[in-house]
């Protein structure tokens, strides 16, 4: 019972920590140079720092007609 109890904390950390690290590379990639993030910040050269962007609506896909 007392192995099976260490084996089993032993891999939900591996686990977490394997996890945590994912989060943490995917959070620096999705970064700009000037620390916005990616899609959801633009750079206010104003004021200098990052702030909230509109969201821009994808273009529709166009169907080509057969002829």
């Not at 720092?49 to 821009?56: D, L, M, N």
């Amino acid at each position: 019972m007392r192995k099976a109890f260490v084996v089993l904390t032993t891999a939900a950390f591996a686990l977490g920590a394997f996890g945590a690290t994912g989060m943490v590379s995917t959070a620096q990639a999705a970064k700009t140079a000037k620390g916005c993030i990616i899609g959801k910040e633009k750079w206010n050269a104003v004021e200098a720092k990052c702030e909230a962007a509109k969201p821009v609506k994808k273009a529709a896909k166009s169907v080509a007609k057969k002829t």
